[in-house]
């Protein structure tokens, strides 16, 4: 790691960080939607069963992970629509230059 880095590598680590930021998120929301599919089989084994207070408890549960899966939904929506704006002013700086 070097001790003074230019602003192209600055820039360069930072859209890697980025990039690996999205992808975190995109997997966190792929685990949420099996696990979507995981409650939504338990439920219906408690429910074949009997168990009402297994049945609700995982129906709570359910409801817990579709607001975490939007909120990361949300935060991908906002990450996305930050990198499309700094590359619009990225363009348009370059732009400027070139005049």
């Known amino acids: 790691m070097a001790l003074f880095k230019s602003s192209e590598e600055r820039r360069i680590e930072r859209d890697i960080k980025i990039r690996q ?3 975190r998120i995109e997997k966190a929301i792929r685990e949420q939607a099996k696990f979507q599919d995981e409650f939504v089989r338990n439920a219906q084994h ?13 129906r709570n549960s359910l409801k817990k992970t579709a607001t975490i899966r939007k909120m990361l939904e949300r935060q991908l929506l906002a990450v996305k629509n930050a990198l499309l704006i700094k590359r619009q002013a990225e363009a348009s700086a370059d732009f400027t230059r070139a005049m």
Request: positive net charge; proline residues 0%.
């Open 46 to 58: 408690a429910r074949q069963i009997g168990d009402m207070s297994q049945y609700q408890f995982i």
């Open 21 to 23: 930021g999205i992808r």
